[in-house]
């Protein structure tokens, strides 16, 4: 059974350009931008001072505005040269349906 596209995905993503992250590690934080998110993870640009092998588990705090921050705990399951990627963790239901409504004041058009 093949589906046509390129990419193959549980969950479609959701392109984002005007919401930042904070990426709250055990012991230091990184300010970061999303660059996606789906019900089951999110796509962030890399900080540019980023370390390595920093811990897998995360708290992700996504800023919409001074009134809107949702958290979420997530682990990394990519480090790319220009991104991260993160898994939500189980268990949040009701939080990533609120980053998604959140999202949607916030989507930029995504090719591809």
Do not use: C, N
């Not at 890399?46 to 979420?72: C, H, M, S």
């Not at 939080?95 to 995504?110: C, I, K, M």
């Amino acid at each position: 059974m093949s589906e046509s596209g390129s990419e193959k995905r549980r969950h479609p993503r959701i392109g984002l350009s005007a919401a930042a992250v904070l990426v709250a590690l055990p012991d230091q934080g990184y300010l970061t931008t999303v660059e996606d998110v789906s019900a089951g993870g999110a796509r962030l640009g890399r900080p540019a001072i980023w370390p390595e092998g920093v811990a897998r588990k995360a708290i992700l705090y996504f800023i919409f505005d001074q009134d809107t921050v949702i958290a979420l705990r997530a682990s990394i399951v990519r480090e790319g040269q220009d991104h991260l990627a993160f898994l939500f963790e189980d268990g949040q239901h009701e939080r990533v349906e609120d980053l998604l409504y959140e999202s949607r004041f916030l989507v930029h058009a995504r090719v591809g």
